[in-house]
């Protein structure tokens, strides 16, 4: 994991760039749970300021995962932009998914662990062969529907008359 740690007290107030290639080995360090396998090239852009460090992540690169349907494995193509800025502060804590407080004299900042979950969340959900994406869901028999305005339930159910009277008593 020190690969990933970048020592950000020996860096300058200016962009320093990093590259990194991803491979099987990274996941079985970070966790196999969401991906367990992929090809990635990634370049980080750390931008450090006085207050804040700024880092840019460009990840392109292919996700080996498992069909759902089938079971088959393919390859997911994954390109990615994200970015965060690292505040300095008195005490550690995440803000936000973009902004992060570290202390004041946080030697390191690990960057693998942002890797990790930034391609673990490009991954859907529903994960599915190629060869399977031309089908809408109305072509694997599920169907869903909702009524979607108040006149649309009236046409289905109507209205009891003892209670279309009633709402005539009002009018007078």
């Keep these: 994991m020190r690969d990933f740690a970048v020592n950000i007290i020996g860096l300058s107030n200016?962009?320093?760039?990093?590259?990194?290639?991803?491979?099987?080995?990274?996941?079985?360090l970070y966790g196999t749970e969401a991906i367990s396998d992929g090809r990635f090239e990634v370049s980080v852009i750390l931008d450090k300021k006085e207050?804040?460090?700024?880092?840019?992540?460009?990840?392109s690169g292919l996700a080996a995962l498992v069909c759902?349907?089938?079971?088959?494995?393919?390859?997911?193509?994954?390109?990615?932009?994200?970015?965060?800025?690292?505040?300095?502060?008195?005490?550690?804590q995440e803000l936000s998914d973009e902004i992060v407080i570290i202390a004041r004299d946080e030697a390191s900042i690990d960057l693998g662990q942002y890797l990790y979950e930034y391609?673990?969340?490009a991954i859907p959900m529903k994960k599915l062969h190629p060869r399977f994406a031309t089908?809408?869901?109305?072509?694997?028999?599920?169907?869903?529907?909702?009524?979607?305005?108040?006149?649309?339930?009236?046409?289905v159910e109507p209205i009891d008359?003892?209670?279309?009277?009633?709402?005539?008593?009002?009018?007078?």
């Design 14 to 28: 200016k962009a320093h760039h990093f590259n990194y290639r991803l491979e099987k080995g990274f996941f079985e």
């Design 51 to 59: 207050t804040f460090i700024e880092v840019e992540f460009k990840i």
């Design 68 to 92: 759902d349907r089938t079971l088959e494995p393919f390859d997911f193509p994954i390109q990615e932009t994200r970015k965060v800025v690292f505040k300095y502060g008195d005490e550690p």
């Design 135 to 155: 089908e809408t869901d109305s072509d694997t028999g599920l169907i869903y529907s909702t009524a979607t305005n108040n006149e649309e339930k009236d046409e």
């Design 119 to 121: 391609i673990a969340l």
């Design 161 to 172: 008359p003892r209670w279309e009277k009633l709402k005539n008593l009002n009018k007078n």
